[in-house]
Every structure is written in structure tokens, then in C-alpha cells.
């Protein structure tokens, strides 16, 4: 459904791909995750179109998407090449998430131009049926300042 991928109240957790690749979930403990799209932001777009890029990349572990499951996230994204370890073909993290219906979004870019929270996320792909996998335009709309401190509930604007 559309709304399980636009106007998604977002948040971005920093860990830099320099603390290693496995990413596990105490990197989530004591953050409000509940109906939050949860966008993983390790640096690892930096190395967007290069050889580096696919390989060695930062990835959740199971037991971390199980945690981001049981908080009630909506949404998790990346800004690595897979969202999994791509040597395990078991692919936990993409089956946690996908079994709970929670959308994964994968390749994102620009994180740091995002702040931590105070955010709604975009991920919107083209209408189509039948696929597993599909491009989307992704992007965050920075919440004006009266919506940060609960003055309007209204949703943000993107006009």
C-alpha cells in the first residue's frame, strides 16, 4: 500500500561503517522505533559507483532486524549495497522484515544531509505488480519548525 511508503515519520541512525561491518541491535536500543521508517545511514554511500561498493559493505544482522520487528518499525533503509550479508544466502534480515510485511529500502545516499529525527521519508516506486524488487525516488522533507514541537499535526508540505 502507498501509505507504507510515503509520509513515513523517520528517523536516521548513525553508525559509521568504520565501527565494522555487522551492524546489530544495539544499535537501535533505547531509540523510539515504534511506526518509524528507520534509515540506516554507515558512511558506505561513499563509495556509490565505485568497485568498492560491492563488496565488504555494512550490514544488519539478523537478531537486528528480529529487535526492529518487535519495536513495530514501518520501514528500514540502508545506504549499502544489501541490507544483508550478502555471503550468508540465507538473507535473514530481508526475510525478519519482509515476513513482518516491513518494506526495505536499499542504495539510499545522502543521509548525513538529514537530521536524526523531526523528518518524513519518501520511497515511492512507479505502480507496478508482480515484482520483488523495484527503483524508487527516496527522499526525506525536513519538518518545519511549529511541526517539530507538536504545534501542527498537519503533514508536511512538499509543494
Known sequence: PLDSLADL??????????AGRSINRSAFKDL??????VLVQTGWDLHWRTERYLSGHP???GDAAEYLVSQGVVL???DSLNIDDTSDPARPVHSALLGAEVPIVEHLCNLSRLPERDFRFFAVPAKVAGFGTWPVRAFGHVLPPNDRLG???RSASLG
Not at 515519520?9 to 568504520?18: F, G, Y
Not at 523510539?32 to 521508517?37: G, S, V, Y
Open 151 to 153: 504545534v501542527s499535526r
Open 32 to 37: 523510539d522505533l515504534e511506526e518509524k521508517a
Open 59 to 61: 550490514f544488519l544482522t
Open 76 to 78: 528500514v533503509g540502508i
Open 9 to 18: 515519520d523517520a528517523i536516521v541512525v548513525r553508525v559509521p561503517h568504520a
